[in-house]
């Protein structure tokens, strides 16, 4: 009976989402339309904790039933003749539409869903009935809004809950993580940091997750929508540079024996100016100082260790400086005045897969063929619920790397709610003769669904059955069903879901194992490019929220695969450390010794092009010699006041510490090489 113990924010989700669903049932009724249980069914769908979340996907969810609504007034009438063209137009509707889903990983991402499924929800059922399919169509646009409207209206007015606690906390959270590690990397170089790195990577895929809705929140959250994101990137932007620092330090101590004099001073003054940050002056003339003084005082590999760990050290006070006027940029917003604009907001385009988005598509528009085929061929009367249960579990669980063990539970599940559905559609509400019972009668049922609904640990068991319950009352005629059409109603659906999941596991599942190489080759191929393309401007932040975005797909399916993949860097950070550098090498490149830097970048874009295509992990030998041969001929022309030669001496240390961490000291000398212009 703990399951059955819920707390006060589980009951209030549950109470104004049950009330947003009567509330729209009602309206819905009066209206005439001729099945309310949709704006019921919708009111649950769009309902979140989040008032900012609800009118997200009410938003988005509108569009798309429009959007579909409209594909299905379009296609059926002009393809009604042609059974095997009609099947086709819808199948690959959805699958265009599914695709497209796919590719935008942001809530609009659901209006594209919407769009494909929305189609087959009316078209389908419509075709022995075309004659009314606009009617069908203009109905469930307005059961649907309506749900939208009354969920929105309900869940902004009573006890609404901003996304701004939530936002600011994660937030607040994520600069306290990052200074954290800012601290335990100065003052303990020889620490594991490993959780410092994992809290952070956490905070900022929560907040990446938890800031989309913030333009639909009702509260002053919504002005600072560009402020949150800006810090979501100095955050972001602090990754690489902190996973550089730690890298060069133990280079150093790997070098040298332990960490000199100097650099124990400069960690002390760098973490001084943590604790107090208004002030950076004193910490940036010990940097300059610090690089001053190993120019004269060290020479060839540890001198390059010492501009690089600088550089990095100036790169981190830079940016938690920007961070932190940010954080302040978003507290302005709060007093519902506009923040200063960042002057440069990061292109949020996360991982794309284009080949699985068109294998899941292509599942999609296979599954919904094969359940129309079977339909066809048996005249089965209510054949048409099964090709929408075909579409609509082919685009819910799309985006997992193996879907069939999901859409099984979600079945499994769903044949709970059967007994309840029977209960209800053959007995309670052909009893039922006004409002007021009706709504005695969903009670019992949906206020304890929709607490657990609210529970993280049941929603997943508590969803399916909810949503198997409003279906079927959606679907069915409530004053006139009977047993047969209801068994035959069910028996369509379970066969719709067995042909989605047999489909997909034919086609398009695949293990955690290579998902993760493959989402690993996708990086490869991004550096690749960058180092083959001098000339290309290349948006620095935006490169490293994708990488970042990258890694976070990758972990979970390095955990799921027992800690380890054969083929994937063990660490998880090179490559983001890697990005940096080569951004930071072609952005100076043409103030180094241009032979030897530009013959590595040629040489780097080529090898990473091959392990983009799947080609040998290890690095060539003769990767190591242009490293070499390009830190020596920069080393030998180095002017310790020009900062893009010491910014690419920093890249430069980073490429080799990122290929061949293992590699022994390389010998450099104070010479120009022959054929190398400074």
């Given amino acids: 009976m703990s399951t059955l113990r819920f707390s006060r924010a589980e009951l209030i989700f549950s109470v104004k989402a049950f009330a947003a669903a009567m509330l729209a049932m009602y309206i819905a009724s009066r209206l005439g339309q001729p099945r309310p249980f949709w704006a019921m069914m919708t009111a649950y769908i769009v309902a979140s904790p989040l008032a900012g979340a609800v009118r997200s996907k009410a938003l988005f969810r509108f569009g798309g039933t429009l959007i579909g609504s409209a594909a299905a007034v379009l296609l059926v009438p002009a393809l009604i003749n042609s059974p095997e063209l009609l099947t086709l137009g819808l199948a690959l509707w959805v699958g265009a539409c599914l695709y497209f889903s796919l590719l935008d990983r942001t809530p609009r991402s659901y209006l594209f869903m919407l ?65 954290q590690w800012l601290l335990d990397l100065v003052r303990g170089p020889a620490k594991d940091l490993t959780a410092d790195r994992q809290r952070l990577a956490a905070d900022l895929t929560q907040l990446r997750l938890l800031a989309t809705h913030i333009p639909f929140d009702p509260t002053h959250l919504r002005h600072s929508g560009d402020a949150v994101r800006a810090v979501q990137d100095q955050l972001a932007a602090l990754t690489p540079a902190l996973s550089a620092v730690e890298d060069r330090l133990q280079a150093l101590q790997s070098a040298e024996g332990r960490l000199a004099p100097d650099v124990m001073e400069l960690l002390a003054a760098f973490a001084a100016w943590v604790q107090t940050p208004d002030d950076d002056t004193p910490l940036r003339t010990a940097l300059d100082t610090f690089a001053t003084q190993t120019s004269d005082d060290h020479a060839g590999w540890p001198l390059a260790l010492r501009v690089s760990l600088a550089e990095r050290l100036a790169e981190l006070v830079a940016t938690w400086h920007a961070a932190l006027a940010r954080r302040g940029d978003v507290d302005h917003g709060l007093t519902g005045a506009t923040p200063p604009k960042p002057s440069v907001v990061g292109d949020h385009v996360l991982h794309r897969d284009h080949g699985m988005a068109l294998l899941s598509a292509l ?36 985006s997992m790397d193996d879907p069939v063990p999901a859409i099984h539970g979600f079945l499994t599940f769903t044949l709970w709610s059967v007994p309840i559905s029977a209960v209800y559609v053959l007995f309670v509400l052909p009893a039922v003769r006004d409002f007021g019972m009706l709504v005695l009668a969903c009670a019992p049922v949906f206020l304890v669904l929709g607490a657990l609904m609210a529970r993280p640990s049941t929603v997943l068991s508590a969803m399916p059955v909810l949503m198997g319950v409003a279906t079927t009352l959606a679907m069915h005629d409530t004053a006139n069903a009977d047993l047969a059409s209801f068994a035959n109603s069910m028996i369509a659906q379970v066969v719709g879901v067995v042909v989605a999941s047999r489909t997909t596991r034919l086609m398009r599942s695949i293990g955690a194992d290579w998902s993760a190489r493959r989402i690993q080759q996708a990086t490869w191929r991004e550096l690749a490019g960058v180092a083959a393309s001098p000339r290309q401007p290349v948006h620095a932040a935006a490169q490293t929220v994708r990488l970042l975005d990258r890694i976070a797909l990758i972990a979970p399916r390095v955990a799921q695969s027992g800690g380890k993949i054969d083929g994937l860097p063990a660490d998880a950070l090179r490559d983001l450390r890697l990005g940096t550098d080569i951004v930071t090498l072609q952005r100076v490149r043409w103030h180094l010794p241009l032979g030897v830097t530009g013959a590595l970048m040629a040489d780097l874009a080529r090898w990473l092009r091959d392990l983009g295509a799947g080609g040998d992990a290890a690095q060539p030998a003769h990767l190591l010699d242009r490293v070499d041969a390009a830190l020596t001929a920069t080393l030998a022309t180095h002017d310790p006041a020009s900062a893009e030669r010491s910014a690419g001496l920093g890249a430069l240390v980073g490429v080799r510490r990122a290929l061949f961490p293992d590699a022994p000291a390389p010998v450099v000398s104070a010479r120009v090489p022959e054929g190398v212009s400074p």
């Fill in 115 to 179: 769009a494909g499924y929305t189609a087959a929800l009316i078209g389908f059922p419509a075709v022995d009935t075309p004659l009314q399919l606009f009617d069908i169509a203009a109905a469930r646009v307005e059961e649907i809004g309506i749900g939208i409207l009354c969920a929105s209206l309900v869940h902004a007015v009573v006890l609404p809950q901003s996304l701004s606690a939530p936002v600011l906390g994660l937030l607040d959270r994520g600069l306290r993580d990052a200074r």
């Fill in 363 to 398: 599942a999609a528009v296979i599954a919904i063929a094969v359940c129309s085929a079977f339909w066809v061929l048996t005249g089965w009367p209510t054949g048409s619920a099964a090709v929408m249960m075909a579409a609509i579990f082919c685009c819910f669980f799309a």
